[in-house]
């Protein structure tokens, strides 16, 4: 593992441990009005079931892509480091990701609904498993759940 990737999952495994306390798994925004989306940009705590029906959790991160309504993300999960793309249709934000270093190396796809307080709520794939996923990503923000955008 290199000093970057070192110094990412540490920065990222500590944001984890400063997160309030939250209903976990409960999605408490509206699906967001694809014309009026909250800025996805930022650290969440993630909850999810893989294909397989292992349970994990973790954080993303969600950083600007390099074109207009894209993104780059980078999950510390149960096991794995991994990376992706994604981009904005609707209100959806799909993507592929890859296991950068972890135990098994896998890759697959997201799908997430993005809500009107900024979680994601969606599906992942892995490819070779005809089973879905799901994820639930939480914005680790001081003002979660105190506002909501488009209503």
């Not at 009026?36 to 969440?44: H, R």
């Not at 796809?109 to 939480?138: N, P, Q």
């Amino acid at each position: 593992m290199n000093r970057k990737t070192l110094i990412v999952m540490t920065l990222l495994l500590f944001i984890l441990l400063l997160v309030g306390c939250r209903e976990k798994g409960v999605i408490q925004g509206e699906p967001a009005d694809p014309n009026n989306l909250p800025d996805i940009v930022g650290v969440y705590a993630v909850n999810g079931v893989d294909a397989a029906g292992e349970n994990y959790g973790g954080t993303l991160a969600i950083e600007p892509g390099d074109a207009p309504n894209s993104y780059r993300l980078h999950w510390i999960v149960t096991g794995a480091v991994q990376e992706g793309e994604a981009h904005i249709e609707g209100n959806q934000l799909k993507g592929v990701w890859w296991t950068i270093d972890g135990v098994i190396q896998a890759k697959g796809k997201v799908v997430y609904t993005i809500t009107t307080l900024g979680e994601l709520d969606g599906e992942r794939m892995i490819d070779g498993f005809e089973e879905k996923g799901w994820e639930k990503a939480f914005p680790n923000d001081e003002n979660w759940g105190k506002f909501k955008f488009g209503h």
